[in-house]
């Protein structure tokens, strides 16, 4: 296996190494490949993401992404922030297994927050095996490494995404979680052709192709 990300350590920020996203901002682009949201509808108006490239705080390489959220009101549940990359040289199919690890610090002291690794796109997400952090108020934590295992079960092929949730709990505080060193890669679990029908056997074939390339091509 290899990874599939892109700029996996938040090294390369062409665009610039700041970004300040208001409430119901949809995704924008902040280091490379990487796209920020912050909320994605009214309920959100109640919160901030700040967005920038650390040089001092980082788990791997001379950078990591930090992200500090800002609440108003309590959030409501399902309010989130989030970082995610969706263009992938490959397609996810039934049977294919995606391993997900991140890395990651938090800094809950004012804020508490719910951090989540997922895979697919925004509304079937799937957090997998296990996968989340939750970080009360007042704790704080070093570099922990997160990781989500999901086994994909779809019917017809899907986009792959990879994207870390992160989820505010408290009113009137700030919550910072600083993201680094992702790893995002797909193994084919059993032989694709017995759980396939005929109509996507074919884009099942491509997709085994790319995957190939891709795994064991360099
Ligand atoms: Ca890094």
Known sequence: MSNLLLNPGFETWSGGTSFSLGPGQQFTTTANNWQSGCGVSALDANMTLQVSKDIVVFDSGLASIKNQIATTTNPPLGDFCQVRQIQFPIIVV????????????????????????????????????????????????????????????????????????????DANGT???????????????????????DSILSQDWVSANKLNEVTFGD
Request: hydrophobic share 40%; with cysteine; net charge negative.
């Open 175 to 197: 919550a910072v979680v600083w993201l680094d060193t992702f790893d995002f890669e797909v193994t084919v679990a059993q032989p694709i052709s017995s759980t396939l029908n």
């Open 94 to 169: 039934t049977g294919n297994v995606i391993t997900f690890t991140v890395r990651v610090k938090i800094d809950a002291t004012n804020c508490g927050v719910t951090v989540t690794p997922l895979v697919f796109n925004g509304n079937v997400d799937s957090n997998g095996t296990s996968g989340g952090i939750f970080v009360q108020k007042g704790s704080q934590s070093n570099w922990t490494t997160l990781s989500t295992v999901v086994g994909y079960t779809g019917t017809t092929p899907n986009l792959l995404r990879a994207s870390v949730v992160m989820n505010p709990q």
